[in-house]
């Protein structure tokens, strides 16, 4: 069974990559009406419209290497935060320092709050919409659009000592030596 249908149409609902926004900005800047943009590529006048609406923000996208879609626009608040938090996390990778989802998270609310009160309000209202989380949700796809999924460890990978285990087991080993331990029967070879 497939997709329902609507007035003959698939309401399967088409994303638009950034370039399409684009040109579809720039076409009507040049004179060409909505409804000849709506037909032209197979959307609603309402779609159109909308994407003509966010023509300021989407012209100010750029966006990371490797991403064409944007499903959702977020504030230049958010975009100068993440701008600032791949700064620090940069910094702290060629430091050698170990960054958790907890750690990354923390700063991002920093610098967002360091943000959010150099920017001014008129009211508490409208500073409310402009609340920021650090959720996980948000943390993973910050990670999907920075690229540093790979880096990034978590929980117990984060916070192990390597060095310490690796003194440990020399330690171990040297005790087993020195005292004549041997291996059970049933792991000798």
Not at 19 to 43: F, H, P, T
Not at 91 to 104: A, F, H, M, V
Request: charged share 30%; net charge positive; aromatic share 6%.
């Amino acid at each position: 069974m497939g997709p329902k249908k609507v007035s003959g149409k698939v309401s399967a609902q088409k994303k638009m990559s950034i370039e399409l926004k684009r040109e579809i900005i720039e076409k009507n800047e040049q004179g060409v009406r909505v409804a000849d943009l709506a037909r032209q590529y197979g959307r609603s006048t309402s779609t159109i419209c909308t994407v003509l609406k966010q023509k300021e923000s989407i012209k100010g996208i750029t966006p990371a290497k490797g991403v064409t879609i944007i499903s959702k626009l977020r504030s230049s608040l958010h975009e100068k935060m993440e701008k600032l938090l791949m700064v620090w996390v940069t910094e702290k990778q060629l430091k050698g320092d170990t960054l958790t989802q907890g750690i990354i998270c923390e700063k991002a609310r920093a610098i967002y709050g360091d943000l959010l009160n150099q920017t001014p309000r008129t009211s508490t209202e409208e500073a409310s919409k402009y609340s920021f989380k650090a959720s996980r949700g948000w943390f993973d796809n910050f990670r999907k659009r920075t690229g540093i999924h790979s880096v990034v460890r978590h929980g117990e990978a984060a916070s192990s000592d390597v060095k310490a285990a690796e003194d440990y087991l020399k330690t171990f080993s040297e005790l087993i030596e020195a005292n004549g331990y041997t291996p059970p029967a049933s792991l000798q070879l």
